[in-house]
T-cell receptor
C-alpha cells in the first residue's frame, strides 16, 4: 500500500522568511496530494492540494510542487507570519480512495 | 454549503465504560465517511471508513467499532474503554472521492 514520509518533523523560521516541507510517497498510482494545517485542539483544515496532471499550484503565499518521477511533493510558504504556526500534514491517495498521511511537521514562526 | 459536526467536543470516561461518539454531515448525500484517531503530538491513524449505509471497513484491529445507521451519520463506539483509547478522534468526509474535509474533533480522556 501507499506510504508517505514527511520531513522535517519540526521547523522553526523567522517571521518573513520562507518555509519548505517535503514529502515522498511510494505508490506511483497516487494522483492526488492535499496539504492540511492543524491548529492546536482543532481538526485539520485543507489549505492546498495538487493533482498529478500539474507540477505546481499556487495560492497567495502558499505553493505546492509535485515531481511524479521522483515521487515527492513539497509545500512552500513565503513571507511567513505568526499565524502560520501550526502542524502541517501532507497526504496521498492510496487504495480505495483513502488518504495516507505523513507524520506531520510542527512549524513555528519566530517574531 | 457542507458542514460536519462532531459531539461531544470533549469527554472524560473511566476505564471499562462504554463510548459513543457521533458525526453528522450536512449539505451532501452519499458521502464517504472516515474515523481517525490522533494521539497527542502524533499523526492521523485511520480507524474506519464507510462508503454507504451499513458498510464499514476497519483498518486496524482494536477495541472500537463503527456504524453508519443513516447516510450522513457515522458513530464510533466501544463496549469497554481502555486507557490506550485516549486521544483526539476526528471524523472526515468526501463527496467527490478526493478532497477530504475534517470535523472539529472529540478529545477523549480515559482515566
Amino acid at each position: 500500500g501507499e506510504n508517505v514520509e514527511q520531513h522535517p518533523s519540526t521547523l522553526s523560521v523567522q517571521e518573513g522568511d520562507s518555509a519548505v516541507i517535503k514529502c515522498t510517497y511510494s505508490d506511483s498510482a497516487s494522483n492526488y496530494f492535499p496539504w492540511y494545517k492543524q491548529e492546536l485542539g482543532k481538526g485539520p483544515q485543507l489549505i492546498i492540494d495538487i493533482r498529478s496532471n500539474v507540477g505546481e499550484k499556487k495560492d497567495q503565499r502558499i505553493a505546492v510542487t509535485l515531481n511524479k518521477t521522483a515521487k515527492h511533493f513539497s509545500l512552500h510558504i513565503t513571507e511567513t507570519q505568526p499565524e502560520d504556526s501550526a502542524v502541517y500534514f501532507c497526504a496521498a491517495v492510496g487504495g480505495a480512495q483513502k488518504l495516507v498521511f505523513g507524520q506531520g511537521t510542527r512549524l513555528t514562526i519566530n517574531p | 454549503s457542507q458542514t460536519i459536526h462532531q459531539w461531544p467536543a470533549t469527554l472524560v470516561q473511566p476505564v471499562g465504560s462504554p463510548l459513543s461518539l457521533e458525526c453528522t454531515v450536512e449539505g451532501t448525500s452519499n458521502p464517504n465517511l472516515y474515523w481517525y484517531r490522533q494521539a497527542a503530538g502524533r499523526g492521523l491513524q485511520l480507524l474506519f471508513y464507510s462508503v454507504g449505509i451499513g458498510q464499514i471497513s476497519s483498518e486496524v484491529p482494536q477495541n472500537l467499532s463503527a456504524s453508519r445507521p443513516q447516510d450522513r451519520q457515522f458513530i464510533l463506539s466501544s463496549k469497554k474503554l481502555l486507557l490506550s483509547d485516549s486521544g483526539f478522534y476526528l471524523c472526515a468526509w468526501t463527496e467527490s472521492g478526493k478532497t477530504q474535509y475534517f470535523g472539529p474533533g472529540t478529545r477523549l480522556l480515559v482515566l
